[in-house]
């Protein structure tokens, strides 16, 4: 019952102090000039303070300085942790202020990808790294040398795929919710008593983060937000599986790639379109899927709860692959496979009939 009063706790204290700090993280990036212009690929039409994510890393951080003040089997598995933990931190606060000079001056896109590569290097070498793949039919593949690049794509993966997700109010704060409590659930039931707390922690921050962000949002989590968010999940990603050394959660072909699998996929998806039409992977447009859901004639929220929808629909499934056998994880990681490509088809279709019925009879069609 400790256990639990303990996850509780962190939850509820990151939760409070992110949203007691966010009004006056406000304040600072007004005056820092931290502020988010609209433009035609924007799709606020004001002046907005954004810089809010440093309200979400201060109330993830605070929570781990309070387990230094109690003495139970949560604070003590904790201090066997702190290497891995204190690699997380650090990689999390240089995404923090890479987001913050983005915010304010501006960074292009190989400044961001260099220091996120040095990043996820710092990471490998704090113990973060991933080492084994453990695939569905129960075999393990040691990675060897591949182990470095190997966390390198998944960490600048994760992390621009978030930052990329973050288009609509609320959008990544909610979705980042989602998957954070989804993730608690998997390390609770695994007995990984501190990826859980980190998970909750993380959930909390972003939920106390959500009613100045939810449209109509009073303040953007900007690159502060996304990059340190993008980070801690990714890094969260791989603790989940290789806790103490050991694979603990399930294998890493299924379970994160299922639970990750909306902003993976869409930012996976935007790039091979780019690509496809001759532009740039790194050109910013009104492709993403939050983008496509605002042109079929939903509203912020509307978008922005259809994304939690899914979010929750793939953390479910994550948790209920997590607690089978290896066996029926490939049989229902095929079959989850197969229905995730029929929605998609089918909703590539409506979609593309919209755009036909919207266009004129001599009209070229829109692109979906």
């Known amino acids: 019952m400790t256990q639990y009063k303990t996850y509780l706790g962190v939850f509820l204290l990151a939760a409070v102090t992110s949203y007691l700090l966010t009004p006056h993280v406000i304040r600072l990036a007004i005056r820092w000039g931290a502020v988010d ?13 954004r810089m809010g994510g440093l309200a979400v890393y201060i109330a993830f951080c605070i929570p781990w300085g309070a387990l230094y003040l109690v003495d139970n089997v949560v604070s003590a598995t904790f201090r066997d942790f702190e290497i891995r933990f204190g690699s997380l931190i650090a990689a999390a606060t240089a ?10 001056k501006g960074a292009d896109a190989p400044k961001k990808f260099l220091v996120q590569v040095l990043t996820a290097i710092g990471l490998w070498f704090g113990g973060v ?3 084994d793949l453990n ?29 990329l997700l973050d ?27 501190l990826i859980a707390l980190l998970t909750l922690s993380l959930a909390g921050a972003c939920l106390g983060f959500l009613p100045f962000n939810h449209s109509p949002a ?14 801690v999940l990714a890094g969260i990603g791989i603790l989940s599986l290789y806790h103490e050394g050991r694979q603990a959660a399930g294998p890493l072909l299924s379970i994160p790639l299922i639970l ?34 605002l042109e079929m004639g939903m509203d912020h929220r509307q978008a922005a709860w259809t994304l939690y929808g899914v979010a929750a629909g793939l953390g479910a ?15 229902f990681s095929a079959i989850f496979a197969a229905l995730a490509a029929g929605i998609y088809a089918v909703w590539r279709l409506r979609l593309r009939d919209r755009f036909l019925d919207e266009s004129g009879p001599g009209d070229p069609p829109a692109k979906p």
């Open 218 to 231: 009073k303040v953007f989590l900007g690159d502060t937000g996304s990059l340190t968010i993008g980070m």
């Open 135 to 163: 695939l569905p039919w129960g075999q393990s593949i040691a990675l060897g040398w591949i182990s470095l690049p190997t966390t390198i794509l998944w960490v600048v993966g994760v992390t621009n795929a978030i930052n």
């Open 95 to 104: 995404m923090l202020l890479l987001g913050i000079y983005d915010d304010i």
């Open 317 to 331: 499934t994550a948790i209920l692959l997590s607690r089978l056998e290896h066996g029926r994880q490939l049989i």
């Open 37 to 49: 212009h609209p433009n035609a690929r924007k799709v606020h039409n004001r002046v907005m303070p």
């Open 167 to 193: 288009g609509i109010d609320g959008l990544v704060a909610g979705v980042t919710t989602v998957m954070a409590l989804c993730l608690a659930i998997i390390n609770v039931l695994s007995g990984n008593i």
């Open 129 to 131: 790294r991933i080492e």
């Open 260 to 293: 990750f699998g909306l902003p993976l996929f869409d930012t996976l998806r935007v790039m091979v379109q780019r690509t496809l039409r001759g532009r740039s992977m790194f050109e910013a447009d009104k492709n993403h899927v939050h983008h496509r859901l």
